[in-house]
């Protein structure tokens, strides 16, 4: 019966998605077509206008707090459950071990000064990422006034207003919209991952870790090999500045790559069929998170290896 019960699922998944894809472009035209736009949407409160990205930060970052401190209230109270981990406090603690331990695979002993700034860096990309997914983001919102003709009519089902298909004068600007498909919020991190990377090479090899970058001493010397090293210490500076710019346009440009198409999926095939493309962004938001955090350990591991060469 179990297998029956199977067969069965897939045939009517298969047969919603035939739906989908035969009913879903006739349509279209009853279809509010999603506006997408690369700068965040700015909505009034009180005197200034506030970005929908930052409420996306500030949620992210709510929904980190209270899910740690739920889950270490019994660690902070030093009760005695705290010692047989069960629950939210077993699952934040499966986290983090199993962080640790892959983090410090790639940044090696000085792993633990840095495990809570790389630790830190995954969740709230992934957060930022994942929430992206629940409903209302990017279609729940205030309506504006526009110019006609360059927006939709509107239509009220009891307190609700929505836009319609038509022609009119209204728009829609979300509330809430992914934290990462603001270029500003990745800029931010890549700064915070670069600069903490001096901090932590300056911690290893003090004052002289510099000299990777500015190799006075390899020029005084003279000889071919001294200019070289001057001058690689001049493209390892280059460097740090375009890691800013990989760090920044890598995680941008995945994340809103995905937000447009999960709008264009759902406005096009909205049976089914986005399913697929939702489990798509879950994959590639847990990806875009490990990526970063790994590139930022790789490079603070490459920063607090001697550099001998350089001195």
């Keep these: 019966m179990k297998r029956v019960g199977k067969i069965l699922l897939v045939i009517a998944l298969i047969g919603l998605c035939v739906f989908s894809c035969v009913i879903g472009p006739f349509g279209q035209k009853w279809v509010v077509q999603p506006h997408i736009q690369m700068a965040p949407e700015t909505f009034p409160v009180g005197p200034i206008r506030v970005p929908n990205t930052l409420l996306g930060v500030i949620i992210a970052d709510l929904v980190l707090i209270g899910l740690f401190a739920a889950g270490t209230r019994h660690i902070r109270a030093g009760r005695p459950e705290a010692m047989v981990p069960r629950g939210l406090q077993n699952l934040m603690e499966t986290i983090y071990e199993f962080l640790a331990n892959f983090l410090r695979g790639i940044v090696g002993e000085r792993a633990e000064k840095m495990l809570p700034l790389l630790i830190t860096f995954f969740l709230f990309i992934l957060v930022a990422n994942w929430i992206e997914l629940f409903p209302g983001f990017d279609t729940v919102g205030l309506i504006e006034h526009v110019h006609e003709g360059e927006g939709h009519a509107v239509r009220h089902v009891g307190p609700l207003v929505f836009l319609t298909h038509e022609k009119g004068e209204y728009t829609l600007v979300p509330y809430l919209r992914a934290a990462n498909t603001d270029l500003n919020v990745p800029l931010a991190l890549a700064l915070i991952s670069v600069f903490m990377t001096q901090v932590y090479g300056v911690q290893a090899l003090g004052w002289g870790y510099f000299y990777r970058f500015i190799n006075i001493k390899a020029l005084t010397r003279g000889g071919i090999m001294g200019i070289m ?81 350089h001195h």
């Design 229 to 309: 090293n001057f001058l690689v210490g001049l493209l390892e500076t280059l460097s740090e500045f375009t890691k800013i710019i990989s760090f920044s346009f890598r995680l941008f440009g995945n994340i809103f790559a995905g937000m447009v198409l999960l709008l264009v999926i759902t406005s096009l095939l909205p049976f089914v069929v986005p399913v697929a493309f939702y489990i798509l962004e879950v994959f590639v938001g847990a990806v875009q998170a490990l990526v970063f955090t790994m590139l930022t350990a790789a490079f603070t591991a490459v920063a607090t290896a001697g550099h001998g060469e």
